[in-house]
């Protein structure tokens, strides 16, 4: 079966980096887009940013563009997240997802505080 497992949350001061990793399995990784979202404490889930199969093209929200580089490793089926310049205002759960289906990972929580 489809499992999408996140790690690499944490706690991080502003300004800070933080690199997300999505390890995927249940299958063949490298024949779909893949996407990261979010969720802040009493917001929606919000769309963040998406690869396509073979990384050729990105695609990132207004908000995280600039600060935020989404990759894949098709040979370890894993899609990544690194985030720099990190704001307060991107706290939140971090999912990873295959919108190919509508998988879901559990999520990972990033906190960006003094």
């Known amino acids: 079966q489809v499992q999408l497992v996140e790690s690499g949350g944490g706690l991080v001061q502003p300004g800070g980096s933080l690199r997300l990793s999505c390890a995927a399995s249940?299958?063949?990784?490298?024949?779909?887009?893949m996407n990261w979202h979010r969720q802040a404490p009493g917001k929606e889930r919000e769309w963040v940013a998406s690869i396509t199969p073979y990384g050729i093209s990105t695609n990132y929200a207004a908000s995280v563009k600039g600060r935020f580089t989404i990759s894949r490793d098709n040979a370890k089926n894993a899609v990544y997240l690194q985030m720099n310049s990190l704001k307060s205002e991107d706290t939140a759960v971090y999912y990873c997802n295959r919108p190919n289906g509508g998988y879901w990972g559990q999520g990972t929580q990033v906190t960006v505080s003094s």
């Open positions: 249940g299958f063949t990784f490298s024949n779909f887009a």
